[in-house]
């Protein structure tokens, strides 16, 4: 009879664990939970990029072995976005090392944009990374808002792969994904500053996503 009542009062606590877990499993997504997940949302944006002052510090000198190594070289770009949370001004560090003939290469740096739209200090850091392919003197179409014509100059695609990471602001702790083609110009008028394959003028379009967390 003791055997008898043991087991009905451990059948019954198994029971209520169970209906316990139940209800659990069954219980709404909690509001941090739910938070979490309208937040991962992503949002898409497209970019042209150009910049605004000319290179300055880094290294750049010539390789034995036909090549050109460019280290660390800053340059100044303005970002016109869709998206006002990356829309701003863009401060890279460049480092390639190009083929001294034909111009084609490697390219990686690091960069800093500092959004107009994403609130007090914000900006985005992050890399990038990608292949300068020569086209040859081909025809290029310069967008009517940048200060050169459109005509016949040697030219190369860079085609760039960035990531980045939001700091401060509105964009705090969201990343950045980004693709980007660039052309790259040398209009052959100054052989003294810019021979070639070095990059005279350059603009690029692309597009990515920001991941808000």
Not at 47 to 52: E, I, N, S
Not at 190 to 213: A, V
């Amino acid at each position: 009879m003791k055997a008898l009542k043991c087991f009905l009062v451990l059948f019954s606590f198994v029971g209520i664990m169970l209906v316990g877990c139940s209800d659990q499993t069954q219980s709404p997504v909690s509001p941090t939970d739910q938070v979490s997940m309208e937040k991962n949302i992503p949002h898409y944006y497209s970019a042209m990029d150009f910049p605004v002052a000319p290179p300055e510090g880094g290294d750049i000198r010539s390789i034995p072995g036909g090549k050109i190594q460019f280290k660390k070289v800053k340059v100044t770009e303005a970002v016109v976005a869709t998206d006002s949370r990356v829309s701003g001004q863009m401060v890279h560090y460049l480092s390639t090392m190009i083929d001294a003939k034909t111009g084609n290469g490697p390219v990686h740096g690091s960069f800093t944009i500092f959004p107009t739209g994403a609130g007090e200090n914000a900006m985005w850091e992050g890399t990038y990374e990608g292949i300068r392919s020569y086209n040859g003197k081909t025809f290029v179409t310069i967008p009517s808002p940048l200060p050169y014509p459109s005509g016949i100059y040697d030219n190369w695609t860079l085609t760039l792969k960035l990531v980045g990471k939001g700091k401060g602001g509105e964009i705090d702790g969201w990343q950045m994904f980004s693709e980007h083609t660039l052309i790259i110009i040398n209009f052959g008028n100054d052989l003294t500053h810019y021979p070639f394959p070095m990059p005279q003028f350059w603009f690029g379009n692309g597009e990515g996503f920001l991941k808000e967390h």
